[in-house]
């Protein structure tokens, strides 16, 4: 399957929480991402890991692969495209909190990790 379309909020999809009240988290992590440095045009693997509360919903994983495979082509920076994930998956999930970590695969010997983080404010 290969995608050119740029990745939309829209293609993420959600399930009711089976427990909404229960404060517990969900870990998803995807060993495989791709995308492309835009300085170099060289491909960027990472490795991403998200880790939330949900609130009323969660995330259903098919739509997450398929979103995830639409950054393959796109040339967008570490710090740009973990932070524009974040924003759709809490976005679409509304979650209590979240966080997600990618980690790069080295290049030139030099390795980056990076964390963003959600919190909703309190009712």
């Known amino acids: 399957m290969f995608f050119t379309e740029s990745p ?3 293609q993420l999809e959600t399930f009711p ?3 909404p009240g229960r404060d517990y988290s969900i870990e998803i992590v995807c060993p495989e ?3 492309v440095c835009p300085l170099t045009g060289q491909p960027d693997f990472g490795t991403l890991v998200f880790t939330y509360t949900p609130g009323d919903v969660c995330v259903e994983l098919k739509s997450l692969k398929l979103y995830l495979q639409r950054f393959r082509n796109q040339g967008i920076y570490y710090e740009q495209v973990t932070n524009r994930i974040l924003d759709d998956f809490v976005a679409v999930a509304k ?3 979240a966080k997600l ?3 790069w695969t080295p290049r030139g010997g ?3 990790n990076v964390t963003v983080t959600y919190t909703a404010e309190a009712k």
């Open 33 to 35: 991402f791709t995308s």
């Open 8 to 10: 939309t909020v829209d």
């Open 101 to 103: 970590e990618s980690r």
């Open 95 to 97: 979650p209590v909190r």
């Open 17 to 19: 929480n089976p427990r």
């Open 110 to 112: 030099i390795s980056t």
